[in-house]
């Protein structure tokens, strides 16, 4: 790697630390709690397992377009 490509490498690391550093110092609130989020992912889940047993094999998308006879 030559002189300049290297000045140019070190630069951009450069600014991606800064920007990095910039956008951790600004907290993040917390948008749900844990209890909310796993609720809503063990109902996803439990939703998703009954319609797929409800569903055709390749999916009711699949027996519309004609994919599926």
Do not use: H, K, N, Y
Not at 35 to 53: H, Y
């Amino acid at each position: 790697m030559s002189a300049p490509e290297r000045i140019r490498e070190e630069r951009l690391s450069e600014l991606f630390q800064a920007w990095r550093a910039d956008i951790d110092s600004v907290p993040l609130p917390r948008l749900v709690s844990t209890e909310t989020a796993v609720a809503l992912v063990r109902c996803a889940r439990a939703l998703d397992s009954s319609r797929r047993a409800a569903e055709p094999p390749d999916g009711p998308a699949a027996r519309r377009d004609g994919l599926v006879p």
